[in-house]
Every structure is written in structure tokens, then in C-alpha cells.
């Protein structure tokens, strides 16, 4: 069974810095994709980022370009988001999410087969 937890969220001033984690269980990463997702309260969950498993292609969305970076560690099981320039529009749950292979799922459908309980990030002086 596919288990993912996250862990690293918190609270952070403007213009700080977060690293979120993702540790897998019951998987292997090597042939699994992994997606960062958010939902703000109100708001519709929105894509952040996608690392592809063979490849290690990335994805992200506009408002994160630049400042956020994915990564995977598939000797380690792991995976992570470091988050840079922290805006208040960042505060969100943030969910790791994996799918066999491919990011496709994520750039059409905006989502994933698995999911993790999600981190709360909270961007505010």
C-alpha cells in the first residue's frame, strides 16, 4: 500500500524560506512520479510542481516558477519541495502526491493517484 507523509510546514515571515519533505512507503520512487499540490482555504487545489520518474523532467506552475525547486531521492525514498521568497499567497495545505511513471496526469487532470495528509504552510509577518 502507497503511503506518503509529509512534514516541514510551518509558519515563516515573507520572503523566508520552507523545505517541505515527502517520505514513501510501499513504493519504490524510481518508477513513480511525484506532484506537490495546494489548497488555500476558499480556494481550488492548484498543481505547484511534478517530478517525473524516469527522466526527472519538472514541471511547475507560474506562480511558484523561480522560486520553488522539486526534488526526488529514490535510493532514499524521499522527496521534497524547497520553497524560496515566500509570499502570504503561498500560505496553503500542501500535499505530496505520486503516480506511476508520469506527470501527464498532473498537467491534464490536476491530480494523482496517491496522496499524502498534507503539511499547512503559512506565509505572514
Known amino acids: 500500500q502507497v503511503q506518503l507523509a509529509e512534514s516541514g510546514g510551518g509558519l515563516v515571515q515573507p520572503g523566508g524560506s520552507l523545505r517541505l519533505s515527502c517520505a514513501a512507503s510501499?513504493?519504490?520512487?524510481?518508477?513513480?512520479?511525484i506532484a506537490w499540490f495546494r489548497q488555500a482555504p476558499g480556494k481550488e487545489r492548484e498543481g505547484v510542481s511534478c517530478?517525473?520518474?524516469?527522466?526527472?523532467?519538472?514541471y511547475y506552475a507560474d506562480s511558484v516558477k523561480g522560486r520553488f525547486t522539486i526534488s526526488k531521492d529514490n535510493a532514499k525514498n524521499m522527496a521534497w519541495l524547497q520553497m524560496n521568497s515566500l509570499k502570504p499567497e503561498d500560505t496553503a495545505i500542501y500535499y505530496c502526491?505520486?503516480?506511476?511513471?508520469?506527470?501527464?496526469?498532473?498537467?491534464?487532470?490536476?491530480?494523482?493517484?496517491?496522496w499524502g495528509k498534507g503539511t499547512l504552510v503559512t506565509v505572514s509577518s
Open positions: 510501499g513504493v519504490t520512487l524510481d518508477d513513480y512520479a
Open positions: 502526491t505520486a503516480e506511476i511513471l508520469s506527470c501527464s496526469r498532473y498537467r491534464s487532470e490536476n491530480t494523482m493517484d496517491y
Open positions: 517530478i517525473s520518474s524516469r527522466d526527472g523532467s519538472t
